[in-house]
């Protein structure tokens, strides 16, 4: 089965290369960005099997940045990253089906490498391949 590509949309470079280096080791190509506005550009590209999204981010939020996405035939799903995640927020994340999980940072890095795979193999037509890497 081919790699799953994902799309890391982190502001914080440093994060972003964590990330990058541990989905590598789980099986899962991960293009960063570092805004809003190329996020949502790069989102809409095909092929893409998953995105992980932080909220805070420059010239678009993560929100806007996912909510961008719901007029594409299927959006690819998302898994939401953030410090601060408030009701508000959590409302506006419901009403996007392809929202498939939703993580408040500091997580479990083994656990979100996991999840990523998982939603991303699923996604590109693959079956989720056990626990460890």
Request: proline content about 8%; hydrophobic content about 50%; glycine content about 8%.
């Amino acid at each position: 089965m081919a790699t799953p590509t994902i799309l890391l949309a982190d502001n914080d470079r440093a994060v972003s290369s964590l990330l990058v280096e541990l989905l590598k080791r789980f099986g899962v190509t991960a293009v960063p960005v570092y805004d809003g506005e190329d996020a949502k550009a790069k989102g809409r590209e095909p092929g893409l099997a998953a995105i992980v999204c932080d909220l805070d981010m420059p010239r678009a939020s993560g929100v806007e940045v996912l909510e961008s996405l719901v007029d594409l035939p299927a959006p690819p799903p998302a898994i939401v990253i953030s410090g601060y995640i408030d009701e508000a927020v959590r409302a506006r994340l419901a009403r996007l089906p392809f929202v498939r999980e939703i993580l408040r940072k500091p997580f479990d890095l083994l656990a979100f490498a996991r999840t990523v795979r998982s939603i991303a193999e699923a996604s590109a037509g693959g079956a989720a391949t056990g626990e460890g890497a």
